[in-house]
């Protein structure tokens, strides 16, 4: 466990220093990538796959049908968070096809986002559903062979940061991710204390000195 | 007894060791004539400037977004500033988003119902049923995995205060890539430009998409106080509607009888949500045939499809819209997570009647990056028209070097011709909307001529960045013969590339440490100086201690 927290560490600290070194001119490129997508105003499904097997997969291991329920409603249970999801982790076997139907029940947008895929199947290495208010996207991805945790979230702004963050384990996984609710603590932590704690901290230091003075000098006369 | 004779050592060295500047004044002219000036000792060299990271001042336009181009039948104009709107965004709102075609709709990255445009209603030749979809984003919030913010948007370099924006309706992420922390470029401070025609049937729906109640409210904007159905239309939590909460949706109808610049902004605990960027110009254009408008302008600026009426008189037309920042306020929504705690932060603990600010914004940056995206660029011999809105807490005073200005429009109503002011220093108080009327004719009044002009707010904290100049909301005004292809202008003073650094406005760069050979630069600090401090430091804490070993002694 202790592992695998330092390693969650590291990868965050990667992540870090890896942002101020990218350059404004790559930024304007970025926004044109070609993915297998379908929009409508209903929403979108990007980089769907029901027939192609990752390289390390002889055949399919088996299929699974998810349905996730996504709404300011799902958040009800996780104090601190305002968007939910039904779910917050996904067990799955290596090599399985996973057909999901993400339904919206907000008036806003949301996305189920999985990355870290072979990219060679999925451009971005992610799969991605975005249903429009109201509406249900469905899709389909095939997982490769190994263990491993994959992130899975909405990107919309501050959404997965407020609750809309899940895992999708694959054959044993790969540890647990910070900040799912119901499975992990966030990386960084909020402090609730009350608001006189230094009142509180005075008076409990103050009445230590006391007690043990009076213990010193009961012992000494 | 040694420690009678160690108590007088350290008299005598903590005597050696004061300063001879901090003795008084008296002691040292007693001193002076007895002894005479002081000896030469060279003061302490220029310290080596530190080697700080430039960005690039104009990043090449690998898009070629900058061009004049005509995209599904739209004649976008060329934008001539070095970072300029995303032109298949600008076309798909000339146009509609539910008109174009799904590859305009991929390089724009709007959804396809972000502005729907309806039926021609009076048959002159331009849509009259326009329906605008509006999101919630916020700007470099907070996370539960790293102290680093989210959706990162920088104003200035190193400079990133945590922003609420209202953000044309988009498909995918909200950052650049998975990889990038940046925010897409449309996703920005401040919240769009809104343009429709007098007499058009306008339909704007909130999508609050964010995790905090929100409305709109349409300020100066002709619109009923309840829709049809008897359902608020205000935007005023306390009189005319329930707040929009998270997740929830909202359509704002009106038909503005009136033409005029305007401005819409969010009325949910307004001292805080406005100042956090969630307010926008609103423009309503006079009715022409044929007027296809640019329903939304991202990050206000040039105005790449002026409408009809504009361009009848104008050769090009700009929205300046101006915002101060207290960074107590923004940055709150970086120290936690938890959506109870920053309300209390944000909207109980904030006090904005203690508040100073310490950024100024125009279209959502401050200088240097004002120079790459909100230049007024122009020739001799035009009419340029700057709608400007002050959304800010304090008035501002712009001022227009080289120009006198005539103020055409207040509030969005028109001047009567003899009532027109032309000056060089205009006032815009607190929600204040005004047309100007930029012309360059070189008269020795509207124009001096040709060069790049400074356009800023002259009350002086308004030029900072945090009290570091140059910075806050400068600008110029620029004739076309002072730009260099790329966009950057050809200016002839200090090199712009210390101003690009963060080191600068984290105030660790002498403002002129390269001029006159190091003259005004950063001073190494005196050696000698602060031996003989630390030696009096160390005696007089032997002196405590020898005072407090006495009184002890002589304890029974």
């Not at chain 2, 009106?254 to 307004?270: A, E, L």
């Amino acid at each position: 466990m202790v592992i695998i927290k330092i390693f969650c560490v590291l990868c965050i600290l990667a992540l870090n220093f890896s942002i101020p070194v990218q350059a404004e001119t790559q930024s304007m490129q970025d926004e044109h990538h070609h993915h297998n997508m379908t929009l409508d105003s209903s929403g979108l499904v990007m980089n769907s796959n029901d027939n192609t097997l990752p390289q390390d997969c002889d055949k399919l291991s088996r299929d699974y049908n998810i349905k996730v329920y996504a709404g300011t409603k799902y958040a009800a249970d996780y104090p601190g968070t305002v968007f939910g999801m039904d779910q917050h982790e996904y067990q799955v076997e290596p090599c399985s096809r996973i057909t999901v139907t993400f339904v919206n029940e907000d008036e806003v947008r949301h996305q189920w986002m999985i990355h870290g895929l072979p990219r060679y199947l999925y451009p971005g290495g992610m799969f991605h559903l975005e249903a429009a208010g109201g509406h249900s996207q469905t899709g389909t991805f095939i997982v490769p062979s190994d263990n491993k945790t994959y992130l899975v979230h909405c990107d919309m702004s501050q959404h997965m940061e407020k609750g809309m963050k899940a895992q999708l384990k694959v054959g044993k996984g790969s540890g647990d991710l910070w900040a799912i609710p119901g499975v992990s603590k966030g990386f960084i932590q909020d402090i609730y204390i009350p608001e006189e704690i230094w009142i509180y901290l005075m008076m409990v230091s103050i009445a230590g000195v006391v007690i043990t003075t009076l213990l010193i000098s009961s012992k000494r006369s | 007894m040694y420690t009678r004779w160690l108590f007088f050592l350290s008299i005598l060295v903590a005597l050696m060791c004061f300063p001879l500047q901090w003795y008084p004044m008296a002691l040292r002219l007693q001193l002076g004539q007895w002894l005479g000036a002081d000896e030469y000792r060279a003061p302490p060299m220029a310290k080596i400037a530190a080697d700080t990271t430039t960005e690039l001042p104009c990043p090449e336009d690998l898009l070629n977004w900058r061009d004049a181009q005509t995209i599904a039948g739209v004649d976008v104009r060329h934008s001539p500033g070095c970072i300029v709107d995303n032109p298949n965004a600008v076309a798909a709102f000339v146009r509609g988003t539910n008109n174009v075609s799904q590859q305009i709709l991929m390089a724009s990255g709007l959804t396809p119902d972000a502005v729907e445009k309806g039926r021609d209603l009076d048959g002159d030749g331009d849509p009259d049923e326009i329906h605008i979809r509006l999101e919630v984003v916020e700007l470099n919030g907070g996370s539960p995995e790293s102290d680093l913010p989210t959706t990162q948007y920088a104003i200035a370099p190193g400079i990133s205060p945590g922003f609420w924006v209202f953000a044309p309706k988009m498909f995918g992420m909200a950052t650049e890539n998975f990889e990038s922390s940046k925010a897409r470029s449309m996703l920005r401070l401040p919240s769009p430009a809104i343009r429709v025609e007098q007499g058009d049937i306008v339909k704007i729906t909130l999508e609050n998409s964010h995790y905090m109640p929100h409305t709109i409210h349409f300020h100066g904007v002709d619109h009923p106080f309840v829709d049809e159905d008897g359902e608020g239309n205000d935007g005023v939590p306390v009189t005319s509607e329930k707040p929009v909460l998270p997740g929830s949706s909202r359509t704002y109808n009106m038909q503005p009888r009136q033409s005029g610049t305007m401005f819409y902004h969010c009325h949910v605990q307004p001292h805080v949500h406005i100042m956090m960027g969630l307010q926008g110009l609103f423009v309503v254009e006079e009715n022409r045939p044929n007027n296809w408008l640019q329903t939304l302008n991202v990050g206000a600026g040039h105005v790449r499809v002026p409408s009809v009426a504009v361009t009848e008189k104008f050769d090009r037309e700009y929205d300046l819209q101006y915002l101060d920042i207290d960074i107590d306020l923004n940055n709150r929504i970086q120290k936690s997570n938890d959506p109870r705690l920053i309300t209390r932060d944000m909207h109980r603990r904030y006090d904005i009647t203690d508040a100073k600010s310490d950024f100024f914004t125009l279209n959502g940056r401050s200088f240097p990056y004002t120079f790459r995206e909100s230049l007024v660029v122009t020739k001799p011999d035009e009419h340029i028209k700057l709608r400007i809105v002050n959304g800010g807490s304090t008035g501002i005073a712009l001022h227009t070097h080289g120009h006198k200005v005539t103020a055409t429009h207040y509030d969005g109503v028109e001047a009567k011709p003899a009532a027109r002011i032309t000056r060089d220093v205009v006032w815009i108080a607190s929600a204040q909307r005004v047309d100007l009327d930029l012309e360059t004719t070189n008269d020795g009044l509207h124009s001096y001529g040709s060069g790049i002009w400074l356009l800023h707010d002259h009350q002086e904290k308004g030029v900072t960045n945090d009290g570091i100049g140059p910075g806050g909301n400068v600008s110029a005004i620029v004739y076309e013969n002072y730009l260099q292809e790329n966009g950057w202008p050809k200016t002839q003073g200090m090199d712009f590339n210390k101003f690009f650094t963060a080191a600068y406005y984290r105030k660790e760069v002498p403002v002129w440490g390269d001029l006159l050979n190091g003259k005004f630069s950063d001073v190494e600090f005196d050696l000698w100086m602060l031996i003989r401090l630390l030696g009096l430091g160390l005696s007089l804490g032997v002196m405590v201690a020898l005072v407090i070993n006495g009184i002890n002694k002589r304890r029974p």
